[in-house]
């Protein structure tokens, strides 16, 4: 009795394993078919019972799973593409602790592929807008491949195109501590038939300019990412309240690249909404004795100053644009909204007087002062339309200026330029 007792149980293992091979060899064909979803299935069914097979077994489960799921997510389903990855490294894992190497090959090369897959995918998702699965994509294809830290940035990218700061940060904070640089050497070289500079691999570039077809061929070195890196995790770092990490990341971005403007003027920016004005005007002045003949600096300045309500600073700074560039349209424009601003905010008081003789006086001294103030943002911006007198967005302004002063024919002089 005990020797049939023994039989019993090697007969069930002898047939399962060949139940499983039966399996494997159908989803095999199924994949050879095209239909990976049905040899997903046919995998599954027998899932729980690989692990008490041999490493031979076991590998060829792992690589049939992992084409199956490489077609899949080829096919459209995004969720496959690390489905397929897990699958193919336990290949790879299996056969090394085993010592031999059946599929290991092909599934280094499944991998190569998947990579190109991915960041594929992620190019449509950009192109559409689905920045978080893009960056999702990207990051996987960075796992597999992580000398392609250029992966991980364009991770990084997606996330902050779309908003994802928290998943952004993450990203550009393993950029940093793996020392990612981003510089390089772009080769290019002129088509001779069509005069343009083209840019191709070092490889391919010196081989047409060997053909002859191109000519005059440029090595250009592309400048470091990493200040980039460090402005952006500061940005973040402010988007998300976290001030104090902000500020030391500003620091860091700073002592890489010193003669960086914007970035004092970011940092100017942090410091005036922690409240300290003086660091704030220390860093403005700093950056406009950096670049005293730079018309954008000056604008970014006045931006910053008006946004922090600094309106005679921001005069200031928009003037002093308009001197080094006096067709600067959009310093004209937010010079004359100064004026318009200040108006406006002279109305509260006027809608708050009685009717005494006092508050009647005191009324017509500011409907005055207002006016006169609106008049001084249409008067630049008359100036700026002698120049650009197709702008729209001179003309909506002015337009709108001479309607709150109630002058009705430039009023309608300002709409039938607008074409309206």
């Known amino acids: 009795m005990k020797t049939k007792w023994l039989i019993l149980p090697a007969l069930f293992i002898s047939m399962a394993g060949v139940a499983q091979k039966s399996e494997m060899k159908a989803a095999e064909k199924a994949i050879k078919d095209g239909k990976s979803a049905e040899a997903k299935s046919t995998l599954d069914g027998i899932k729980g019972m690989i692990g008490g097979q041999d490493e031979r077994v076991q590998a060829e489960y792992y690589y049939l ?39 290991s090959d092909e599934s280094r090369q499944w991998l190569q592929s998947l990579t190109a897959d991915l960041v594929n995918a992620a190019v449509d998702d950009n192109n559409q807008k689905k920045f978080k699965e893009a960056a999702e994509k990207l990051y996987l294809a960075y796992t597999l491949s992580p000398q392609d830290t250029s992966y991980l940035y364009y991770a990084a990218s997606s996330a902050v195109n779309g908003g994802h700061y928290n998943e952004a940060l993450k990203y550009y904070v393993e950029l940093k501590d793996v020392g ?48 980039e890196i460090v402005k952006n995790m500061a940005l973040i770092y402010t988007q998300l309240g976290q001030d104090d990490k902000a500020l030391q990341a500003y620091t860091d971005a700073r002592a890489q690249n010193p003669n960086d403007v914007n970035l004092i003027l970011n940092e100017a920016n942090l410091h005036y909404k922690m ?11 700093e ?36 001197e080094l560039n006096p067709g600067y349209v959009n310093a004209q424009l937010n010079l004359s909204t100064t004026y318009v601003n200040e108006g406006n905010g002279l109305i ?73």
Request: proline share 3%.
């Open 65 to 103: 799973s992992g084409k199956a799921y490489a077609d899949l997510a080829k096919k459209g389903d995004a969720t496959a593409f690390e489905d397929a990855m897990t699958s193919f490294k336990k290949v790879i894992s299996i056969e090394e602790a085993s010592g031999k190497s059946k599929y």
């Open 180 to 227: 990612y640089d981003g510089s390089g050497i772009v080769f290019k070289a002129t088509n001779v038939e069509t005069g343009e500079v083209e840019e191709m691999d070092k490889l391919q570039r010196d081989i047409m300019i060997k053909s002859g077809d191109y000519k005059d061929p440029i090595d250009e070195k592309t400048p470091s990412k990493k200040a």
């Open 275 to 285: 409240g300290d004005k003086d660091k704030f005007k220390e860093l403005m002045a």
């Open 287 to 322: 950056a406009a004795a950096m670049a005293p003949d730079n018309p954008d600096l000056q604008y970014n300045i006045g931006v910053i100053n008006m946004e922090q309500g600094n309106i005679p600073e921001a005069r200031t700074a928009y003037k002093r644009a308009l």
């Open 348 to 420: 509260d008081e006027m809608n708050s007087l009685g009717s005494s003789r006092a508050d009647i006086e005191r009324y017509e001294e500011l409907k005055q002062k207002k006016d006169d103030l609106f008049m001084e943002g249409a008067s630049i911006l008359e100036d700026a339309l002698k120049t650009n007198p197709d702008n729209q967005g001179i003309l909506t302004q002015l337009k709108n200026i001479y309607g709150a002063l109630g002058d009705t024919e430039n009023f309608q002089r300002m709409k039938k330029l607008l074409g309206e």
